[in-house]
């Protein structure tokens, strides 16, 4: 477990700061863009970390990490 625990952490940083940024975006909040652009951030090194795992639940996780890294980078652009 020792060897997960940065894993772990990363993932609730992540799961917390898309939830934020979700609701950012529905409010219209005139901090879409920095929230987005964190968040993209945050998922990108959470997927990096899953990426170094082997176990397949970590692989889909850092699948799904990267691609919402790509998306909220395009949202940052965009708001």
Same mark, same amino acid.
């Given at each position: 477990?020792? !060897?997960?625990?940065? @894993?772990?952490?990363?993932?609730?940083?992540? /799961?917390?700061?898309?939830?934020?940024?979700?609701?950012? !975006?529905?409010?219209?909040?005139?901090?879409?863009?920095?929230? *987005?652009?964190? *968040?993209?951030?945050? *998922?990108?090194? @959470?997927?990096?970390? $899953?990426?170094?795992?082997?176990?397949?639940? *970590?692989?889909? $996780?850092?699948?799904?990490?990267?691609?919402? /890294?790509?998306?909220?980078?395009?949202? /940052?652009? !965009?708001?």
């Amino acid at each position: 477990m020792k !060897m997960m625990a940065r @894993c772990i952490a990363l993932d609730t940083d992540c /799961a917390a700061i898309c939830q934020l940024a979700a609701a950012a !975006m529905a409010r219209g909040s005139e901090h879409a863009k920095a929230i *987005c652009g964190l *968040c993209a951030d945050i *998922c990108q090194s @959470c997927g990096d970390e $899953c990426a170094q795992h082997d176990m397949e639940h *970590c692989q889909q $996780c850092a699948k799904a990490c990267h691609q919402c /890294a790509q998306e909220c980078r395009k949202m /940052a652009a !965009m708001a």
